[in-house]
């Protein structure tokens, strides 16, 4: 990798991790633990029509089963979330925001967008240079170089 690979990469990790620095800090300030704020956002981000259960609530953070049980049940004893069992599986434990938890996620959201609004340029920038460095080195997709005719 060439200097300006690697410059670009530092860079672009130094961008994200700066929003991600803030978003910890604003969950602090609203009184939540970073991941905890991240629970409740992956929770009311899902897709339309998934189910938040453990299991998934677990795929969409990277986190493992047994975490995500002990972040919900911190939040469930501080009544931002509750648990309910499926209907069609009992086996399964779907977890939904209470209205308390929706505000605090709401007001974080709000204050996380518009910092990704002002940040969104520089984060823009670091990864269009990322892809720049790597595509340089990419060969043809026609192979050693070739360049595609015009003429038929």
């Known amino acids: 990798m060439s200097l300006v690979e ?3 990469l530092a860079e672009f ?10 978003s910890e800090q604003a969950a602090r300030v609203a009184g939540l633990e970073p991941q ?3 629970l409740l956002l992956a929770l009311r981000g899902l897709p339309p029509g998934w189910k938040a259960t453990i299991r998934e609530l677990a795929e969409r953070m990277q986190l493992r089963h047994h975490s995500v049980v ?4 911190r939040l469930e004893r501080r009544q931002l979330l509750r648990r309910e069992r499926s209907r069609t599986d009992r086996r399964q434990v779907i977890v939904h925001l ?16 518009a910092e990704l609004r002002s940040a969104a340029p520089a ?3 670091a990864l269009t240079a990322a892809i720049r460095s790597v595509r ?4 043809s997709p026609l192979g050693m170089g070739e360049r595609q005719s015009s003429a038929k």
């Open 136 to 139: 340089a080195k990419m060969p």
């Open 36 to 38: 905890q704020y991240l």
């Open 123 to 125: 984060l823009v920038r």
């Open 6 to 8: 690697f410059r670009a």
């Open 70 to 73: 002990e972040l919900v049940d």
């Open 98 to 113: 209470t209205a308390r938890g929706e505000k605090i996620l709401s007001r974080l959201a709000r204050q996380r967008i």
């Open 13 to 22: 990790r130094y961008r994200i991790r700066v929003f991600l620095n803030g």
